[in-house]
């Protein structure tokens, strides 16, 4: 199956920091990418879709102007926390759709990414 | 508002026994339906995705059914075993291409 890459997997930063976050569909393209959020023992909560070339999607709730989402290309979305606070700490996770026929409703999720504010 | 339910929260099991996992959605009228599994401190795979014309969906030791009508899905693990222990996550879909909404998992624990 396609391949989603998070770097990095773990973070811990100091509060008031920004961390950014990358996803990459390593062996497919991916026109729109999803950034998931998941607090300990809850579901995800999908915080914005990203698409290629074009401004992000936010969620309800979800501030835009502190979870900065670029998708440049093809294949990288980045999730940026802008002046992170302990708060923020959470697991996030992204997903990329594969667009190729046959696949448009798959989604494949990346590893996550771990982020701990001091 | 479109929800989705999944009990129990957690669910411990011998090895060896056939178990069901169940998941229910407010809004009946939905595109598909998928199942994922998430190890902890890992991402999701997904395990099987249903859409909503069919009632089912198997691979290996796993049966997804799904029944619109009463706004449910279950997910059958037929003889478990120890490295089925993980969060088992229901989601749906509503439109083509759209976002997920997913469930708040059942943590499964599989003893030897």
């Known amino acids: 199956g396609a391949v989603v890459s998070q770097h990095p997997s773990r973070v811990i930063c100091k509060s008031g920091t920004s961390v950014k976050i990358e996803c990459r569909s390593l062996d497919f393209q991916a026109t729109t990418m999803f950034w998931y959020r998941q607090f300990p023992k809850q579901s995800l909560m999908l915080m914005a879709t990203?698409?290629?070339?074009?401004?992000?999607?936010?969620e309800q709730g979800v501030e835009k102007d502190k979870f900065l989402i670029n998708h440049a290309s093809l294949t990288l979305s980045t999730l940026t926390v802008t002046s992170a606070h302990p708060e923020d700490s959470s697991f996030y996770i992204c997903?990329?759709?594969?667009?190729?026929?046959?696949?448009?409703?798959?989604?494949?999720f990346g590893p996550g990414t771990r982020l701990l504010v001091l | 508002k479109q929800e989705v339910t999944q009990i129990p929260a957690a669910l411990s099991v011998p090895e060896g026994e056939n178990l069901v996992l169940n998941c229910s959605f407010t809004?009946?009228?939905?595109?598909?339906l998928q199942w994922f599994r998430q190890d902890p401190g890992k991402g999701l795979t997904s395990l099987l995705l249903?859409?909503?014309?069919?009632r089912e969906q198997t691979s290996g030791r796993l049966n997804a059914s799904l029944d619109k009508s009463s706004g449910r899905s279950t997910l059958y693990i037929a003889a478990s075993q120890p490295g089925d222990s993980a969060t088992y996550l229901c989601a749906v879909m509503y439109n083509q291409g759209g976002k997920l909404i997913f469930g708040q998992g059942t943590e499964l624990s599989v003893k030897p």
């Open positions: 809004d009946s009228a939905i595109y598909n």
């Open positions: 997903s990329a759709r594969d667009y190729r026929v046959g696949n448009r409703e798959t989604q494949y």
């Open positions: 990203s698409n290629e070339g074009s401004k992000a999607t936010y």
């Open positions: 249903i859409q909503s014309s069919q």
